[in-house]
């Protein structure tokens, strides 16, 4: 399958004065999992809304599932499956009672109702505990049960923002996990977002978003190979000194981030006994390894994913879910 | 993966689906979502015991005190009829007033706790919700109002099967048009706050003034007119009345207790007709409402 189920063209949101999203283009194929990935604020949340039809944009044109999100948006909503970002399942009723819910107001034909719900809730592992109020669940058996529910009414495109959001590293894998299965069983075209590097990287394809616009899209290892080469990072006690025998002697630039010095070079392997040779300053630490998606972003934007406010404000938004559920 | 798993073919993009019936749709949303307040309703059996305790309160408590001293009043039929009897179908209808503006706030509930969008992002038409929601909140506060019919025997109230099969369509009426009233409150509300504000600023004002607790009759001019502006008095009115006839008084005695306009005294199919209007044009504003917002 390689048709497009996802096309974007030009999508701009305005708020008053600022511009969420400064005109993006996307296209998504039928059976990829594509990854839209930035910092908080990127406009990520804001793309997702105009494609799941929540917000409409204030330029730009977008079909899902061969429909306008513009004209019918009701069309583009019966074919697509979301799980939103917060919480949004009934606590009081079980697992089983959200799915026919769910059932019922999309319009699941009474037939294979039950069968279906049967099906997703075998598919997420959550058989066992489909008779439990949903409160008693934890947060990834919540996480598993949207998912299931968004895939009910056999939607073509699975929209996810930020699916693994304050879930444990264990949790998150196990989510993973469960796409994987879900595309290679369904062949179901996953589209989600988030702002964890180390996930993207399950992704077939990458958008990386910052300030509202697309800045690099492709595989995770094409926009790896964007770095060229390995990455060397080196601290010293006379850092002026080595950076500047480095580009004198090496014809390498290093950029200094916090007292530490990192270099892109083509291979690594070959450079390091170099750098530790030829250096007249003291050479105090060396590291060598792949380019990761961080280092594409630093490369990209001039700036790291700032995953430290990130991780405030999520801690902040976890309390508020706590106290109140609530979004925003 | 084992072989043995049935792989079920992903829908091709672009694929005509069969075309679903909008308004199949829209009875099937109306449906699950009547039926999952009914649900939420049954499994919260704790609610359902604590709401008996005010109504009892207020009978016991209120209507004994208030009994003793107002025995042989005039306006009670000179001692036929005593005041807790008077205020027993006033307290079934404080029930459906309560329970109906409770009812109603769930949907605040569901946008604090996500599930309302869950419902509002569905391929569903919105006056579904808003319907759905209604009808929801009209059950449990009938129900929760016809369940104090348990507490006859105790405040000296006969009841006949006639009585109660009456009180059944009338409850239900009361309880739609309070329902409705709370469904479009709360369609357009935002926070809790706006909840309090609800219940200290209308429902119990509402309460106070509808007749439950005294007659509408010889009241001042300014709290007559507040009274016939509220529409919990249209509701509790042919209560009493259904009531107050089992109990051997002459209808005159009971025409001076219940609501009047200009003097006339209101027959129950006009209260009943004011009340299923006033419900429908509360349910339009509700679904109004429930469009507008995003």
């Given at each position: 399958m390689a048709e497009t189920v996802i096309q974007a063209h030009g999508l701009v949101k305005r708020y008053g004065e600022l511009e969420a999203v400064r005109g993006i283009d996307l296209e998504v194929k039928g059976g990829e999992i594509f990854g839209f990935l930035?910092?908080?604020?990127?406009?990520k949340s804001t793309t997702i809304s105009i494609l799941c039809t929540l917000l409409t944009p204030t330029a730009g044109t977008a079909r899902v599932a061969g429909i306008d999100v513009m004209h019918d948006p009701a069309g583009v909503r019966q074919r697509i499956g979301l799980v939103f970002q917060d919480p949004s399942v009934?606590?009081?009723?079980?697992g089983r009672e959200n799915l026919e819910f769910h059932a019922f107001i999309y319009s699941v034909p009474a037939a294979v109702r039950r069968q279906r719900i049967d099906e997703m809730l075998e598919l997420l592992q959550l058989t066992d505990r489909?008779?439990?109020?949903?409160?008693?669940?934890?947060g990834g058996m919540k996480r598993r049960l949207e998912i299931a529910r968004g895939m009910l009414h056999e939607p073509e495109v699975l929209f996810l923002d930020?699916?693994?959001?304050?879930?444990?590293p264990q949790t998150r894998q196990s989510i993973w996990n469960h796409l994987n299965e879900l595309r290679a069983r369904k062949g179901i075209t996953i589209f989600m977002t988030t702002h964890y590097m180390d996930e993207a990287?399950?992704?077939d394809r990458i958008a990386i978003i910052d300030r509202g616009k697309i800045v690099a899209l492709g595989t995770p290892d094409q926009l790896k190979a964007m770095v060229g080469g390995d990455v060397v990072t080196m601290t010293s006690s006379q850092p002026d000194a080595a950076v500047r025998e480095i580009t004198e002697l090496l014809g390498v630039t290093p950029s200094r981030e916090n007292g530490t010095l990192r270099m892109e070079v083509a291979d690594g392997k070959a450079f390091v006994p170099r750098l530790v040779r030829e250096l007249m300053a003291p050479v105090d630490t060396v590291t060598l390894r792949r380019p990761s998606l961080d280092d594409v972003f630093v490369k990209l934007?001039?700036?790291?994913?700032r995953d430290e406010e990130a991780g405030t404000k999520d801690q902040m938004r976890m309390m508020g879910r706590a106290w109140m559920g609530r979004r925003r | 993966m084992s072989a043995e798993v049935a792989v079920t073919p992903a829908v091709p993009s672009g694929v005509q689906r069969a075309p679903v019936d909008t308004r199949l749709a829209s009875l099937r949303a109306i449906y699950i979502i009547w039926y999952r307040d009914i649900l939420r309703f049954w499994r919260d059996r704790w609610r359902l015991v604590a709401s008996l305790t005010q109504p009892l309160l207020f009978l016991v408590v209120f209507g004994s005190g208030l009994s003793s001293s107002l025995q042989?009043?005039?306006?009670?039929g000179a001692g036929r009829l005593s005041y807790i009897q008077f205020m027993y179908p006033g307290i079934i209808g404080m029930a459906i007033l309560f329970s109906a503006i409770f009812g109603a706030m769930s949907i605040v509930w569901d946008r604090e706790f996500g599930f309302l969008k869950e419902v509002l992002v569905a391929?569903?038409?919105?006056s579904a919700v808003a319907i759905g929601k209604a009808l929801g909140g009209t059950t449990q506060a009938m129900i929760q109002g016809l369940i104090?019919?348990?507490?006859a025997p105790f405040v000296g109230v006969k009841l006949s099967l006639l009585t109660v099969l009456t009180m059944i369509p009338l409850a239900a009426v009361m309880a739609f048009g309070l329902s409705s009233l709370g469904v479009a409150l709360a369609s357009s509300m935002k926070s809790m706050q706006g909840f309090q504000v609800v219940i200290n600023f209308l429902m119990m004002p509402m309460f106070f003034l509808s007749g439950a607790l005294f007659?509408?009759?010889?009241?001042p001019g300014w709290m007559a007119v507040l009274t016939r502006i509220d529409p919990a008095s249209y509701g509790i009115d042919p209560l009493r009345r259904v009531v107050l006839?089992?109990?051997?008084?002459?209808s005159a005695v009971i025409d001076k207790l219940g609501l009047t306009i200009n003097g006339q005294v209101l027959p129950i199919p006009v209260e009943v007709g004011i009340m299923l209007a006033f419900g429908i044009v509360m349910l339009a504003i509700a679904v109004i409402s429930f469009k507008r917002r995003d």
């Open positions: 930035g910092p908080n604020g990127a406009g009934d606590g009081e009723l079980t489909a008779g439990s109020q949903v409160r008693t669940y934890s930020e699916p693994t959001l304050g879930l444990d990287e399950y992704c934007t001039g700036h790291a994913i | 042989g009043s005039a306006s009670f391929p569903i038409d919105r104090l019919l348990v507490l007659p509408l009759s010889g009241l006839s089992e109990s051997g008084l002459p």
